[in-house]
């Protein structure tokens, strides 16, 4: 007899004139009763954990340069430390990566004392100038993200503040809401003030050649190279080591012999608990990890969209049931989901352009602690120096009383 998992399979596949509640109630019933044991990715984890020391220093550079002027008085930094994230002190922190400000004395009244300021240094206005370059040169990339993620909404429509607390997860400049809309009129229309909260980006404009997921382009790829014709489908891939039971093993196989369905398909006729909706949900979140800069996303981030892109409210089980497609990491305070296929060991292996912006801050701040390395082996060398002269000369006296 076969195990109940691989019977859904066989009735699905081979006997098509079933009952579609009975299906939908067996596969309800099944997904209840699998059960997948979160188990921890150290390289994965590691990948967060690499990019843990310049998210922090990038922090408390916007904390600088949303300030009127891009100044900001030293004091005011130093009692924000606690809404920062920000584990040591504010002069600590400069002293561990200068380069990144110049710090100097003004008066914050007419009459007051001199206090320490903080503004932006020459090499991080530099940055800032290459920065938006390189928004420029990849303006096309991010009209076409923003535009698929209109297009697997529901109703093409996304709310503009969320979109806009999503901005550096994929890649958007702070003021792609004003540049991308008012340039490309023909792809986008914002409906009320964004801050107000009832704001919405709508899609006025379908492009096909949009419409096509990472895994559909993938198997047009493979279908070129290899002359034959290949079917979308996730690739699923465990690290070695990973074990998930029999069971799980024959349910995950039956449904991915499921047909793919494109995340941009309209799936407003689809029941919410079916299969095929779980499959197109899965296709969705693939999609969105592979949009984001980094192929990863908090998942509290991801449920912000639930309304826009028709996930349930246990959406994030997927994640741990999926296991061979996502990896759900706890590092860092924040549930993160990561897409597998992306990462080879700890290093991205599919990188987005725009994360030419992260090497040049990182180059910028390795820059700095260059700097600090080189001064602090002059000072050694300094002291080294002091030390020996104190020497020769304590030699020279002790020489001189014997005499």
Known sequence: MLPKFRTLSVFQNRNPSIS??????????????????????????QAIENDKQWRLCARVVREVLNEPGQVI?????????????????????????????????????????????????????????DEESIYEKNEALLVAKLCKLLMMAKNRVVSADKLLEVKREFGFPNNFLVKLISKYPEYFRLHGAPGEGKSFLELVYWNAEFSKSVIERRAEEESTSLGIKIRPAFEWKLPRGFFIKKEMREWIRDWMEMPYISPYYDASHLDPASPEMEKRMVGVLHELLSLSVHKRLPVPTVGKFCEEYRFSNAFQSVFTRHSGLFYMSLKGGI????????YKGEELVDRDPLLEIKDKFIELLQEGQRQRSEQLRLDRGAIQKDLELMAARNKELDFNQES
């Not at 009692?79 to 100097?104: A, C, M, Q, S, V």
Request: aromatic residues 10%.
């Open 20 to 45: 579609a509640n009975w299906f939908l109630l067996q596969f309800k019933a099944s997904i209840s009763s699998l059960k997948v044991v979160w188990r921890k990715d150290p390289k994965l984890d």
């Open 335 to 342: 549930t993160t989901a990561m897409l597998r296929e992306a």
């Open 73 to 129: 008085r030293l004091l005011h930094l130093e009692r924000r430390r606690g809404r920062l994230r920000l584990p040591l002190r504010i002069e600590t922190f400069l002293h561990r990566n200068p380069g990144l400000f110049d710090k100097y004395k003004d008066r914050f009244k007419p009459n007051s004392d001199l206090v320490p300021f903080l503004r932006p240094s020459e090499r991080l206005r530099k940055f800032l100038e």
